[in-house]
């Protein structure tokens, strides 16, 4: 099952939805790893909002969220807002999955699939209050750069996920990604760019924030709005 699961995700990651024949792919529905997890009723197809969404809660989801630790102090903070977490590893994903249960937390879940992809293909339209993306892999050489998450494509995509008003914040440590992440975002005249300052909202730092912080380096970051009318 392992390894069928790494073919498919190395399937989809080079071929979008749109160019699949799903009468020769199947969903690869499967247990979850925990109740904490959310597993798709379908890989390749995007979700609905009511597969998505619980109730009335507003939903954030957090791309790459590592360890947890952000996650579920967010989530522990705001229990009237719905959380994802969203990690390819396996092996991150278990972990996180037994923070949240010994957490008694109702309202955070863990999908194990990359976040690229999440973002591109799953979320269904007008679903997310806030998609937050921290300290992903700068790929600071030149030839990697197409690697990077933040591109235009990538956060038009954004903006669709997001409900009128919803909000997109990053966050890095590396100076020249976040330079190269602010002309993204202004070469795609998407979004309004708010203030972000320390006591702008609760906002717990990721584990590692903690650890570059504690080695001297400093963390660059940039809040943006989907406007609450679509152009």
């Known amino acids: 099952m392992k390894s069928e699961m790494m073919r498919s995700s190395a399937f989809t990651l080079h071929h979008p939805p749109s160019t699949i024949h799903y009468s020769s792919m199947h969903t690869l529905s499967r247990n979850p790893i925990s109740d904490k997890e959310f597993v798709p009723p379908h890989y390749f197809k995007r979700l609905e909002l009511e597969q998505i969404i619980r109730g009335e809660r507003p939903l954030e989801i957090d791309l790459g969220c590592g360890d947890g630790s952000f996650l579920i102090n967010l989530a522990k903070h705001h229990p009237e807002r719905d959380f994802i977490g969203v990690e390819r590893l396996l092996g991150r994903c278990k972990k996180v999955a037994k923070k949240i249960k010994r957490a008694d937390l109702d309202n955070a879940r863990i999908l194990r699939l990359d976040s690229k992809y999440v973002v591109e293909w799953l979320l269904p339209e007008s679903s997310v209050s806030r998609i937050h993306l921290l300290c992903p892999d700068p790929w600071p ?91």
């Open 141 to 231: 050489k030149f030839k990697h750069h197409r690697r990077r998450v933040v591109q235009v494509p990538f956060l038009g995509a954004v903006k669709t996920a997001l409900l009128p008003g919803g909000e997109f914040l990053f966050m890095t440590d590396h100076e020249e990604y976040f330079e190269y992440a602010c002309e993204q975002i202004h070469a795609s005249n998407l979004f309004e760019i708010l203030p972000w300052d320390n006591d702008s909202f609760f906002y717990p730092k990721t584990d590692f924030q903690i650890q570059w912080e504690a080695e001297g380096k400093s963390m660059h970051r940039i809040r943006c709005k989907k406007g609450t009318i679509s152009k």
